[in-house]
């Protein structure tokens, strides 16, 4: 459950959320798609309340999210993987989105060549890079990416943050739920701390602030409690 959770994202940012498993994040980031419905407060994006929008609504403003675990459609090709991602352009751009379908697959070598392979054959990696490509046919103002490094190896990891940072060079905001506190921090222009359904730190250096730095890089051992329950600023 969300407790008055309050956060920004500006044009042009990486701003990541991290937090310990259960701490909502994931329930967030489906509020903000419209998967999951909000019993109070406003969601505005771009100057528009979408509060408790369908996610179909959502996608055609610009907000689309890529779930955690991916979700891709095994049984389909990555190509149409990929063209189901703008699903909702297809009749009125369709020369558009073979042009989108040729940029993803320069954003991702991996997948070049792979377009009539079934998804469900691509290594994690590949399923991951594909999941993201999907939401880019959206042609997305905000992208929202939940835990993309789960379940990854530390060198596609890297590669997949190597991504998001040329996204971002592109123009593409990046709102980040991940894990590996370490490098979401690393790459963030700013972050948020949820802990228990609530947004407890905020700040653009998270990375070295030394609650962090106990809580979820493990440089210092602490006593009993939560290391972030203290006054926020």
Same mark, same amino acid.
């Given at each position: ?10 044009? *042009? ?5 991290? *937090? ?44 689309? !999210? ?18 189901? *991602? *703008? ?19 320069? !954003? ?13 054959? !691509? ?104 290391? !972030? ?5």
């Amino acid at each position: 459950m969300l407790k008055d959770v309050s956060l920004e994202v500006q044009a *042009g940012e990486i701003v990541t959320i991290i *937090g310990a498993n259960g701490a909502g994040k994931s329930t967030l980031m489906g509020a903000l798609a419209g998967i999951y419905p909000t019993s109070s407060g406003k969601i505005t994006y771009q100057d528009q309340d979408i509060t408790n929008k369908p996610p179909q609504a959502v996608v055609v403003l610009g907000l689309s !999210l890529i779930p955690e675990r991916r979700e891709i459609f095994d049984a389909l090709s990555v190509g149409d993987n990929l063209i189901l *991602g *703008g699903y909702h352009r297809y009749y009125r751009d369709r020369k558009k989105i073979k042009g989108d379908l040729v940029e993803v697959l320069e !954003l991702f070598p991996a997948l070049q060549g792979k377009e009539k392979r079934l998804a469900g054959g !691509l290594s994690g990696g590949e399923q991951q890079m594909l999941a993201i490509a999907r939401g880019l046919m959206a042609r997305p103002k905000l992208l929202c990416l939940d835990e993309p490094s789960i379940g990854l190896a530390p060198l596609i990891v890297q590669e997949i943050f190597r991504i998001i940072q040329r996204l971002k060079q592109s123009g593409t905001t990046v709102l980040l739920v991940e894990q590996n506190a370490q490098l979401a921090l690393a790459h963030a222009d700013r972050a948020y701390v949820l802990e228990r359904g609530e947004i407890v730190l905020t700040g653009t250096d998270l990375l070295h602030d030394p609650r962090v730095q106990a809580s979820y890089l493990g440089q210092h051992k602490t006593g009993q409690g939560d290391v !972030l329950s203290g006054p926020v600023h």
